[in-house]
């Protein structure tokens, strides 16, 4: 089973879900792209690749453009017990 890591970036309107084998280097490219200061918010390590796109239908209400929702998309998944155990805030 391939694995990835999930992390949780935002700016000052908008939370971006991602994954990236390497979160440090994706956050630094997304930073370069991106005007507006990101901030690092939650990572989740190790998990299979499909992760990423679970969570953006479990968000989907939420959801701006792209990979992009709403901050409120954080507390939605925060509701469910593995995700509360499992974000890690940064």
Same mark, same amino acid.
């Given at each position: 089973? /391939?694995?990835?890591?999930?992390?949780?970036?935002?700016?000052?309107?908008?939370?971006?879900?991602?994954?990236?084998? /390497?979160? /440090?280097?994706?956050?630094? %490219?997304?930073q370069t792209a991106n005007a507006d200061k990101l901030r690092?918010?939650?990572?989740?390590?190790?998990?299979?690749?499909?992760?990423?796109?679970?969570?953006?239908?479990?968000?989907?209400?939420?959801?701006?453009?792209?990979?992009?929702?709403?901050?409120?998309?954080? %507390?939605?998944?925060?509701? %469910?017990p593995w995700f509360k155990e499992n974000l890690i805030k940064?």
């Amino acid at each position: 089973m /391939d694995e990835t890591n999930i992390y949780i970036i935002g700016n000052s309107q908008y939370i971006k879900i991602g994954r990236s084998k /390497d979160i /440090d280097t994706r956050f630094m %490219n997304l930073q370069t792209a991106n005007a507006d200061k990101l901030r690092l918010l939650y990572t989740i390590k190790n998990v299979p690749n499909n992760m990423e796109g679970h969570m953006h239908l479990i968000c989907e209400r939420y959801k701006v453009k792209g990979e992009w929702f709403e901050y409120e998309a954080i %507390n939605h998944l925060l509701k %469910n017990p593995w995700f509360k155990e499992n974000l890690i805030k940064v």
